[in-house]
């Protein structure tokens, strides 16, 4: 059971910490209007990321069959997409995408929910990136029944809850220290790891007696 939870945490945090555009709107408004709009705007992007969970959790579970027969094929074509995924991480530039948002005093915090949610839940590429973390983690807890299932999504939750509210809480306090070209710093580090999780899982699966 703990081991589930902690593959869901690795999953959320994963998928969450990329600096993408996403990261960059939360930064933006936690600079600009205050913590509590940066937090609302990452928690719509957290209800995102649930969703794409659920929906692709349910299909795991919907095809377990084919998931067991062609689990060793699926699992590298899951590293491969982790892999590039990494790539496109490792490359981008957060700093391209800052565009300050004007200085707004109002405390419209749904309207920031909603509007992160929707930009999130356009990004349906966010499914391929989860089966490729499946197959890494060998992560189907649906399919070991409802209690496990109810603990992953639980490390998954914790996870993405715990980066927004570390994030918004971090640029918040440091806003006035603030060094933009750190983004680029950590954008490397989680690329770098996402590369090497699926060089890591080829490589294992190529070769199953170095384990």
Known sequence: MFETIAKGFLIGLLVSAPMGPINMLVIQRTLNRGWRH?????????????????ITLIGLSLVSDFFDSYEQTIQRVGSVVLFFFGLMVFRANPLRDWTPDQLCPETRYVRDFISSFLLTFSNVAIILVLMGLYAHFSFNPLGDGKSFFIAGLTGIIMATFGWWFFLTTMISRLRKHFNRKGLVLLNRTVGLILMLLGVGEIILSLFPGLL
Request: hydrophobic letters at 55%.
């Open 38 to 54: 940066g937090f609302s705007t990452g928690l719509g992007a957290m209800l995102s990321d649930l969703i794409y969970v659920l």
